[in-house]
Nanobody, 121 residues
C-alpha cells in the first residue's frame, strides 16, 4: 500500500522559513515525479513545485521561484520543500503527490494527508 506522509508545517512569521518533508512507503520514488501542491479553503489546489527523481529536473510555480527549493533524498525515499522568505499568501495546506502509471496503463494519484503552513505575525 502506497502512503505519503508530510510533515514540517507550522506557524511562522513573515520572512521566516520552514522545511516540509514528504516520505513515501510502499513505493520507491526513484522512478517518479513528485509534486507539491497547496490549497487555501475555497480555492482550487495549485501546483507549487515538482521534481523528477530520475533525472533531477525541477519546476517551480512563478510566485515561489527563488524562495522555495525542492530536493530529494533517495536513501530516505523523501522529498523536501525548503520554504524561505515566507509571505502571508503562502498560508495553505501543503500536499505532496505522486502519479503512478501501472503496467496496464492506469494512472493513480497518491496524496498525503497535508500539512498546514500558516504565515502570520
Amino acid at each position: 500500500q502506497v502512503q505519503l506522509v508530510e510533515s514540517g508545517g507550522g506557524l511562522v512569521q513573515p520572512g521566516g522559513s520552514l522545511r516540509l518533508s514528504c516520505t513515501a512507503s510502499g513505493l520507491t520514488l526513484d522512478y517518479h515525479v513528485i509534486n507539491w501542491f497547496r490549497q487555501v479553503p475555497g480555492k482550487e489546489r495549485e501546483g507549487v513545485s515538482c521534481i523528477n527523481f530520475s533525472d533531477g529536473s525541477i519546476e517551480y510555480e512563478s510566485s515561489v521561484k527563488d524562495r522555495f527549493t525542492i530536493s530529494r533524498d533517495s536513501a530516505e525515499n523523501t522529498v523536501y520543500l525548503q520554504m524561505s522568505s515566507l509571505k502571508p499568501e503562502d498560508t495553505a495546506v501543503y500536499y505532496c503527490n505522486v502519479a503512478v502509471i501501472y503496467s496496464d496503463g492506469t494512472v493513480y494519484h497518491y496524496w498525503g494527508q497535508g500539512t498546514q503552513v500558516t504565515v502570520s505575525s
